[in-house]
């Protein structure tokens, strides 16, 4: 008598099953992320990035959390400055405690799935500032801080990038600017490769528009605090360079040439060897913007190839880019985009 056994019995069918399994909640993962953090008003989001390891996204904490949440929290970000600068203590922006700090903030934070234990973080701020006379804001990148026993693990993706991404995507594919104060080779690269229209940077093409300046001279003047740059620092303006940056509670991250962590591509070695005087204590303050193509670049030479979210995001901005933005830019008559301006509402009153 013929028998009929089922495709589950083979040990390679099952293995098959299981893999497409894992795959499909993966993939349901990665929506779920997404919904929630297009549709949130403030982000609060968890993510498993890696094997092992789970990614919070924090808008906001100091507004979204309650005392005690926001207690744990700030104490998961010091105990990875701690292992980070063991001899040292930061005191500027986040690690304040203070939640007008930490309302402007957005906290990347990634622990150990099994333990709970926090192994590195991205503190992103949000800063109000003019460009050509009216209000805009600036990303800042931020502080990024990594436990010295998982280093090499390839966080620096969900780190310097992932957080932009989710705001960027969040705010309907509009251009925003960011910043990033650094002396620190790999990181000025990073963000020269990554992100469009970067300035300072070694690339060429790179150059200062006014909007470069004009957001710098706000920044400088009004958010120094945010990036621990005391008032007796000095800003270089046609280099975008700050001088003697290291007196405002950053001091502890002061590096020389020697100890900063370099690129793999020398002319951003080079760049830093050149323009920033180490002993002095100097930082570039870079700014960009994150767009379409800034994303593109991100997705493809940052996250994992291997990743299928990571390849239908990019099939998803492709077809955003040529299909569906332009009508949607033009529907939306709420905000403004480039050279469109929202619409006025003629509000009449007695003469």
Same mark, same amino acid.
């Given at each position: ?194 992100? @469009?229209? #970067?300035?300072?940077?070694? %690339? !060429? ?7 470069? &300046?004009? *957001?710098? =001279? ?82 493809? @030479?940052? #996250?994992?190839?291997?990743? %299928? !979210? ?7 901005? &492709?077809? *955003?880019? =040529? ?29």
């Amino acid at each position: 008598m013929a028998s009929v056994e089922s495709g589950n019995s083979s040990p390679h069918g099952g293995k098959g099953v299981a893999r497409a399994r894992a795959a499909a909640a993966r993939l349901r993962g990665h929506a779920s992320f997404w919904l929630k953090a297009l549709s949130q008003p403030t982000i609060d989001l968890t993510l498993r990035t890696h094997a092992g390891q789970r990614t919070r996204i924090v808008e906001s904490p100091g507004v979204s959390l309650p005392q005690e949440e926001l207690d744990a929290l700030v104490a998961q970000l010091r105990s990875v400055a701690a292992k980070t600068l063991p001899q040292e203590s930061l005191t500027y922006g986040i690690f304040s405690g203070e939640r007008e700090r930490l309302s402007r903030a957005i906290v990347t934070l990634i622990s150990e799935e099994d333990t709970g234990r926090p192994i590195a973080f991205n503190a992103l701020s949000v800063m109000d500032v003019e460009l050509d006379g009216a209000p805009t804001q600036v990303t800042h990148l931020g502080l990024v801080m990594v436990d010295p026993d998982v280093r090499g693990q390839g966080l620096s993706w969900v780190l310097y990038g992932l957080t932009a991404l989710v705001l960027f995507a969040r705010d309907g594919l509009r251009p925003k600017w960011i910043s990033n104060v650094t002396e620190v080779p790999s990181v000025i690269g990073m963000v020269s490769d990554t992100f @469009s229209d #970067v300035f300072p940077s070694p %690339l !060429p093409g790179a150059r200062q528009s006014f909007a470069h &300046l004009q *957001l710098a =001279r706000g920044i400088m003047a009004r958010h120094r605090a945010v990036f621990g740059v005391g008032e007796e620092a000095d800003f270089d303006e046609a280099r975008s360079v700050i001088t003697n940056a290291y007196t405002g509670g950053s001091d502890a991250l002061k590096k020389t040439f020697e100890v900063a962590p370099k690129h793999r591509n020398e002319i951003y070695n080079d760049f830093c060897a050149r323009e920033l005087d180490y002993a002095r204590g100097d930082d570039v303050l870079q700014l960009g913007r994150i767009d379409l193509a800034g994303a593109r670049r991100y997705i493809l @030479s940052e #996250v994992p190839h291997g990743s %299928l !979210p990571a390849l239908l995001a990019t099939t998803g901005m &492709l077809a *955003l880019q =040529r299909l569906v933005l332009p009508v949607v830019y033009w529907l939306d008559d709420t905000r403004a985009f480039g050279t469109l301006r929202p619409r006025r509402r003629s509000v009449e009153g007695p003469r």
